[in-house]
């Protein structure tokens, strides 16, 4: 095999990945319409892909998206739990602006081929 078809293989591969990557944000974006459910599909996504993305650029955004749905996990469970003294529905407003931001950041800077900066 010669440099250029390995080249050609390694692009083709990453641009695998960006479409994975980009499906996640995606999923991330309708687990506002569709109860979470995407968003559990997407990080399985991650989860699975992982390793295919190390040493990428998109290793950052896999990375970010896996922390995205940990905060929303956290916010929407300490959301719940504090619910009744008053204070959950202000959690919930900050986990739902903070998720917004993230997917914002990511899905921007991955339409940039560029990594996610923490």
């Not at 440099?3 to 995606?26: F, G, M, P, W």
């Not at 687990?31 to 459910?37: D, N, Q």
């Not at 599909?41 to 295919?52: E, L, P, S, Y």
């Not at 990375?63 to 719940?80: E, P």
Request: aromatic fraction near 12%.
């Amino acid at each position: 095999m010669n440099e250029s078809s390995t080249d050609q293989t390694d692009i083709e591969r990453l641009h695998s990945l960006k479409r994975l990557a980009t499906a996640v944000y995606l999923c991330q974006v309708l687990s506002f319409a569709f109860a979470g459910v995407p968003l559990l599909v997407g990080v399985a996504i991650n989860f699975m892909k992982q390793d295919a993305v190390k040493g990428t650029y998109l290793e950052s955004h896999f990375d970010w998206q896996i922390k995205t749905v940990w905060i929303a996990l956290a916010g929407l469970a300490l959301s719940g739990l504090t619910f009744e003294f008053g204070i959950g529905f202000f959690i919930l407003i900050a986990t739902i602006v903070l998720m917004v931001y993230r997917i914002v950041i990511g899905w921007n800077a991955l339409n940039s081929d560029q990594p996610v900066k923490d």
